[in-house]
């Protein structure tokens, strides 16, 4: 009964291909998150949903799509991978905006 | 320069030693969290601050937002606090968070 479970925990790919990272919560949390954390271990949000609806878009390339098919799922799409799209991408989810972020564990994603 | 500067980036203690890790920020702000990232690499919630001091067992936080500073205190440290300790800052009006580059502790035993 993990709280925010994402699938797969390791992902390795080549160039070019188009893979998807799954995220599920469940504490009826409201609002859903993606962040990437680079190879210096610094993070930053790529996306926010609140109730399937996008809140927060940063500058993310469109290649980059988050798709929320309910309240308690962001999934994130990625098309024609490149080398640099390799990190881990942490889902995390919070009851308001406001609230207290709970983590998934993380997808390390590795572009060769 | 980041909005939000982190210092030490390391810092290695003996056990038992009192540790503190400081957090400075640049932009108007409705909360700050502090978070905690284990070498395993799973992310876990510390704390979530917009005034004054908040303790939860050995670790205490505070904030003073005049001065736009926060610092993350651990007494009695432990082996088991090794880890990379990261604050973020939640901007007002847009309620995103903005991370530090993260301090990584080291508790020898």
């Known amino acids: 009964d993990t709280a925010v479970s994402q699938t797969p925990k390791y992902l390795v790919t080549q160039m070019g291909n188009d893979k998807s990272i799954k995220c599920e919560q469940n504490l009826g949390h409201d609002t859903m998150y993606w962040y990437k954390q680079d190879s210096k271990k610094f993070l930053k949000i790529m996306f926010s949903y609140n109730n399937k609806e996008l809140i927060i878009n940063e500058t993310v390339p469109n290649r980059f799509s988050p798709k929320s098919p309910d309240k308690a799922h962001l999934n994130l799409h990625i098309n024609s991978l490149e080398l640099g799209d390799s990190a881990v991408y942490f889902c995390a989810s919070s009851q308001l905006a406001k609230e207290t972020q709970y983590f998934g564990p993380g997808t390390r994603l590795l572009v060769l | 320069k980041n909005e939000v500067e982190q210092s030490p980036q390391n810092l290695t203690a003996q056990e038992g030693e009192f540790i503190t890790i400081n957090c400075s920020y640049s932009?108007?702000?409705?909360?700050l969290h502090w978070l905690q990232q284990h070498p395993g690499g799973g992310i876990v919630s510390l704390f979530m601050l917009s005034s004054g001091k908040k303790k939860h067992g050995r670790l205490i936080a505070t904030i003073n937002i005049q001065e736009k500073h926060s610092s993350l205190h651990i007494t009695a440290s432990h082996p088991r606090d090794s880890a990379v300790y990261i604050c973020?800052?939640?901007?007002?009006?847009?309620?995103?968070?903005?991370f530090g580059t993260g301090t990584r502790l080291t508790i020898i035993p």
């Open positions: 973020a800052v939640r901007s007002r009006g847009n309620e995103k968070l903005t």
């Open positions: 932009v108007g702000i409705s909360a």
